[in-house]
């Protein structure tokens, strides 16, 4: 069982997405759920994303600043997951 950064749902960790820092600082979507790294978890929707990099909820939950570049790669690559 996992939380939803976002939301603060609890479910399973299939049902979530999970985001991992990895050792190189690099912040991306893992859909595998084992990339070792530090990694956090959202729903499968827009909203909670966006939750979740409201503030610095993400941030803290990654032990990492950030970028707002990095926020609109994350959007668009959950924007392809859901759609897709």
Do not use: F
Request: charged residues 30%; proline residues 0%; glycine residues 8%.
């Amino acid at each position: 069982q996992r939380t939803c950064l976002g939301c603060k749902v609890v479910s399973s960790k299939k049902e979530l997405i999970r985001i991992v820092k990895s050792v190189n600082d690099e912040v991306r979507i893992d859909l595998t759920g084992k990339q070792s790294g530090r990694g956090t978890y959202i729903c499968r929707n827009m909203k909670c994303l966006e939750l979740a990099m409201k503030g610095s909820i993400l941030d803290r939950a990654l032990n990492i600043s950030v970028s707002s570049t990095l926020k609109e790669e994350l959007k668009n690559d959950l924007e392809q997951l859901i759609d897709g």
